[in-house]
């Protein structure tokens, strides 16, 4: 009896899991890549363009660079985006994500003034996508806000609320005939607690609490301006892309800290927009209630939201977009052991985190593969706010090696399609669509042009730029084409057929 349990118990645990490499995507499911614009384009001093952030940046401090480099030529795109819309063909993409410079659009940052060249641009690149059947995908705010902003507080300025919808109102004026999917800002959780502390402009204290507040606002604002005044002429999709290790307890009495600290680290960001009832989770308020009160503020650092505010921002999206890449366990420190920073970690939370021992390294190791937690977010994102539709806005391989024949890279592909297949066909999970960042490489933030994520190789020493596609990139066409994921299949189905060998030209 025991034995005959045991055998269906095991066999119906492992038929799903075999069969899944048969699974095939649905026709629905759309598959892309991502770029974004201080990584790639270049021409950071063209025409009537003022400098970002990030020109700033790199310019008066390149040693907080690994390679002391910067993003004045990057990957050229300014000049060569027709490269980048052969490659998306090449690939078979359904989309492209790529984001607009806010200060080549809007040089003076305020909406006073558009360039003709900035708009020009992205006619162009919009354009050129759509002659081949390529959908835009167009993010707003991808880090490089106008360096004036910075100036004025970046993020921490509540007017920047203002600003920033001035500007998405701008681009949906200009753009959204044309472009259907817009995300507003990419990453507000790097944004708010950790660019504010690579710039080292913003004080770590309070600013990354009045960004969390300001950046939802931003959000809401420009979500609600496209539902009323565009979303009837043009019935396009209005988002924002969250990102966020997974963190996994260590053992069974980890898991109350671990809940918290995905409360404050990530909740923080989905809880207002994505919940039924909206605003601050309560967990996360109680918390910064008790530390702001143990240091003698008179009131929380986590500034409230009005009822009004709740309400304003509270289902704010058209989809849930979520950038993964890696996750973590999370133990309590033991007495006197030494907490390596990290991000947004409170000292009261007395955590340690680490990666899953299972998990395949890679270069940044921060990055470290670990698919199983992509499986446990979309989990913890329908228990926690009801199923949503879901898009996967960035998910990819980092290596330092320009190896063409980036097996690596393939295997986090496969094993993380795997997750995103077992998501919707086991646990009915409503996700529409896969991006992989990157397109090609391109400037890694403070890592430089060491830490590669692209399907295409850049030789970055080449004036030129020139794009070799990768063996990933390759398997991804052939993802896209056959809907289905099994690498294996795919390489004896290269060797089989020699036409296959190199199905993607070089693009030189
Ligand atoms: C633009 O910046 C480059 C360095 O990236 C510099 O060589 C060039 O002179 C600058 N051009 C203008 C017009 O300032
Ligand atoms: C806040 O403080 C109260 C009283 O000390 C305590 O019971 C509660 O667990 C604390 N909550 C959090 C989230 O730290
Ligand atoms: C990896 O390790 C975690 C816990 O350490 C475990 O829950 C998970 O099942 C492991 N995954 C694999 C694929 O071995």
Known sequence: MLVVACVLCFSSFLRPLLANKELHFPRWFKFGAATSSYQIEGSWNVSDKTPSTWDDYTHTQP?????????????????????????????????????????????????????????QYYDNLINGLLDRGIEP??????????????????????EMAEWFADYADVAFSLYGDRVKLWITINEPL????????????????????LCTKTLLMAHAKAYHNYKKNYKPMYQGKVGIA????????????????????????????????????????????????NISSKEGFPRSRLPPLSKHEVEFIRGTNDFFGLNYYTSRTVRRAKAGEKRPEYLGNLPEFNAIFESYPNST????????????????????VTKNYGVQD????????????????????????????????????????????????????????K???????????VDFSDVDRKRTPRLSAQYYSYVIKSRQIDSNKWKSQMEDTNDNKKPIADVA
């Open 190 to 209: 790097h944004a708010c607690d950790s660019s504010s502390r690579v710039l080292g402009v913003v004080e770590p204290f309070l600013a990354p609490y």
């Open 390 to 445: 879901i898009l996967i806005t960035e998910n990819g391989y980092t290596s330092y090696k320009d190896d063409l024949n980036d097996f690596d890279r393939i295997t986090y592909i496969e094993k993380h399609l795997e997750k995103i297949l077992l998501c919707i066909y086991e646990d009915g999970a409503r996700i529409h669509g896969y991006t992989y960042w990157s397109l090609m490489d391109n400037f890694e933030w």
């Open 361 to 380: 390294a890679t270069y940044p190791e921060e990055y470290s593969s670990y698919p199983e937690g992509l499986r446990a977010f979309i989990a913890w």
């Open 63 to 119: 040693h907080r660079i690994k390679d002391h480099s910067n993003g004045d030529v990057a990957c050229d795109s300014y000049n060569q985006y027709e490269k980048d819309i052969e490659m998306a063909e090449q690939l078979g993409l359904d989309f492209y994500r790529f984001s607009i410079s806010w200060p080549r659009l809007l040089p003076k940052g305020f909406r006073t003034r558009i360039s003709a060249d900035g708009r």
């Open 137 to 158: 995908m167009v993010t707003l705010y991808h880090s490089d806000m106008p360096k004036i902003f910075q100036d004025l507080g970046g993020w921490a300025n509540p």
């Open 242 to 289: 969250h990102t966020a290790f997974y963190f996994g307890a260590k053992t069974q009495d980890d898991s109350e800290l671990t809940e918290l600290f995905r409360q404050y680290n990530f909740g923080r960001f989905m809880h207002p927009i994505h919940s039924k009832s909206g605003g601050w989770p309560a967990i996360v308020v109680e918390l910064l209630k």
């Open 447 to 457: 890592h430089g042009y060491t830490a590669k994520f692209g399907l295409y190789n």
